[in-house]
């Protein structure tokens, strides 16, 4: 569905992505894990051309993102990202349909079904009576929510996930990646999600890729990537690995 | 949806009933229906084309206003403050020193001012960190300082008599309307308002974040050169007949907003009539305050102006 080539991102003179080639296929979650620094969100945004690549082709489809226009790249990736503030007044509707812009002309009113789209994602963020507040009224965390819900509107193919609960209490960490792995396993949907709960990690991801210095370190399911050697190396620090008892995945306990 | 209707039905309502308010009264007050022949010249040849200019001019100024504001994110941007208004006067002067006899220098070079001043306030005000509230409004103190600089500059190339009338109108000054004023003033208004009304879905994505927008698939750089483009229009067009009316394009969108919301596709719009609204009954106070002398219509819009702005920053 989304396929990246040994693409390579500059800034100036620093290479911030370095040769990194990935696939991800129809309803499988990818995770990119690493330190701060080593390229995860610069990688991800280069995969819905917000971030230009230097060298390396991605595909979309079999065609080549840079032929795509924003509207089309928009209509099949949506993202969550860290939401900035805005200073006008809207409310968590008008947010959330921001993200049916393409599905309608890009003037005029949104049509019933960009309505419905719309409340049926918040309903299942668990904001289902939240359409008429404000935005700036709502906690880190809600806001976080809506952002979710947002990108579930645009019902896109993809979905492109930069920290998505880094705001979000326990029962809604669960929530994110239960609605994320619902719509890849039945919508036809994939995606690629960055986040530092190892565990989280484990329990979600089809494939994980763990960067270093904007090179991938290792690469495959998590039991091949979440191993002591990796982490010790690429984050600096002594792990214990056993099995979650719940769901036989890896589960990663630091030693402090 | 009757909301929108009501509104709509409203501020129409409300221009009309403006229009003829500011029609009657003046340091000569008129009874519209029952007219003398010395009142019913300066009713046609002064004081009509003064009130239609008026309209036209206030609902340029504030649809820019609100435009640019959810372009740049940023409630205080104003043409006037963001020193375009000043790029357009500078582009009007330089017109009306050098190329007087040439009709449309005045209007196009005014609308170069106006491109030219919000492209360097733009420039100056971005960063890699992104643009601030505060970084925004000084670099459009620069701009304007600088501009005004250049403006005194020219007007020592001025006769006494020239000089005065120009001072004024630097200001905001509607007492020098003409109908062909007006005329141009519309046209800038009909194609400046309708365009910037077509861009107001993107511009509602762009008010949460560019790069929001851009995730979603809008076209961002292409609806920045528009929005410039068309609020250098309108701008440039008001200017050019009325010179640097301030705060219109601060006061007017923040009312509509605290009405009816922040969806541009409403306050664009509503705006450009309550703009209107705004800098007519402004100019009608101007005209009968100190009657039968008067004041420049811009004194009167920056006496409600300033302390709004404040408030806003304040906020902010």
Redesign the interface.
């Known amino acids: 569905m989304l396929k990246a080539r040994d693409i390579s991102v500059w800034f100036g003179t620093r290479k911030v992505i370095d040769d990194v080639s990935l696939e991800l296929e129809v309803g499988r979650i990818m995770v990119l894990l690493g330190p701060n620094g080593a390229g995860k969100t610069t990688l991800l945004r280069t995969l819905?051309r917000?971030v230009a690549i230097t060298t390396g082709t991605i595909e979309l489809d079999g065609v080549e993102l840079s032929k795509l226009?924003?509207?089309?790249?928009?209509?099949n990736?949506?993202?969550v990202?860290q939401?900035?503030e805005?200073?006008?007044?809207?409310?968590v509707m008008?947010?959330v349909l921001?993200?049916r812009?393409?599905h309608g002309a890009?003037?005029?009113?949104e049509s019933a079904d960009d309505i419905r789209a719309a409340e049926k994602a918040l309903e299942l963020c668990d904001l289902g009576e939240y359409g008429g507040r404000m935005m700036n009224e709502l906690s880190g965390g809600e806001r976080q929510r809506v952002v979710l819900a947002?990108a579930l509107a645009?019902e896109s193919k993809v979905l492109l996930l930069d920290e998505p609960t880094a705001n979000l209490d326990l029962a809604h960490q669960a929530l994110m990646f239960r609605l994320v792995r619902d719509r890849c396993r039945n919508a036809g949907a994939s995606a690629i999600v960055i986040t530092h709960d190892l565990n989280l990690a484990s329990e979600f991801a089809d494939t994980i890729m763990l960067l270093k210095g904007g090179t991938v370190y290792a690469s495959g399911s998590s039991a091949d990537v979440l191993t002591k050697e990796n982490l010790a190396e690429v984050y600096d620090v002594q792990v214990l690995l056993d099995a979650n008892p719940a769901s036989g995945k890896v589960r990663v306990t630091t030693v402090f | 949806m009757n909301r929108r209707l009501f509104t709509w039905f409203l501020l129409t309502v409300a221009l009309l009933f403006a229009l003829l308010l500011a029609l009657s009264f003046g340091s000569e007050r008129l009874s519209i229906f029952d007219l003398s022949e010395t009142q019913a010249a300066i009713f046609f040849d002064i004081r009509f084309p003064r009130v239609l200019l008026g309209a036209c001019v206030g609902a340029s100024l504030a649809s820019a206003g609100a435009s640019l504001?959810?372009l740049l994110?940023?409630?205080l941007a104003e043409p006037y403050l963001l020193g375009v208004s000043n790029g357009a006067a500078l582009g009007t002067m330089i017109a009306f020193v050098f190329f007087e006899q040439f009709v449309f220098a005045r209007p196009l070079l005014a609308f170069a001012g106006a491109g030219l001043a919000t492209f360097t306030v733009y420039q100056m005000a971005r960063s890699r960190a992104?643009m601030n509230?505060e970084r925004l409004v000084l670099s459009g103190v620069i701009v304007t300082t600088f501009l005004s600089s250049i403006i005194v500059l020219l007007t020592s190339l001025l006769d006494a008599a020239r000089l005065r009338g120009f001072t004024f109108w630097l200001l905001g000054d509607l007492s020098q309307a003409t109908m062909n004023g007006f005329y141009m003033t519309l046209a800038g208004v009909v194609i400046g308002a309708i365009v910037l009304?077509?861009?107001?879905?993107?511009l509602?994505?762009m008010?949460?974040?560019e790069?929001?927008?851009?995730?979603?698939?809008?076209?961002?750089g292409r609806v920045r050169m528009i929005v410039f483009a068309m609020a250098s229009l309108l701008v440039g067009t008001a200017v050019a007949a009325s010179g640097s009316v301030g705060y219109v394009g601060l006061i007017v969108p923040h009312l509509v907003?605290l009405a009816i919301?922040?969806?541009n596709?409403l306050v664009i719009p509503f705006s450009a009539i309550a703009g209107a609204i705004f800098v007519v009954l402004a100019d009608t106070v101007a005209r009968t305050a100190i009657a039968p002398r008067e004041l420049p219509v811009g004194a009167v819009t920056a006496l409600i102006g300033a302390p709004m702005f404040i408030y806003l920053l304040k906020r902010?």
């Open positions: 819905n917000t226009s924003r509207r089309e790249i928009g209509r990736i949506a993202v990202a939401e900035n805005t200073k006008f007044p809207i409310t008008e947010f921001a993200g812009f393409t890009a003037f005029g009113w947002r645009a | 504001q959810a994110r940023n409630p992104g509230v009304t077509s861009q107001a879905r993107p509602n994505l008010m949460i974040g790069r929001d927008a851009l995730d979603f698939g809008v076209e961002v907003r919301g922040s969806d596709r902010s």
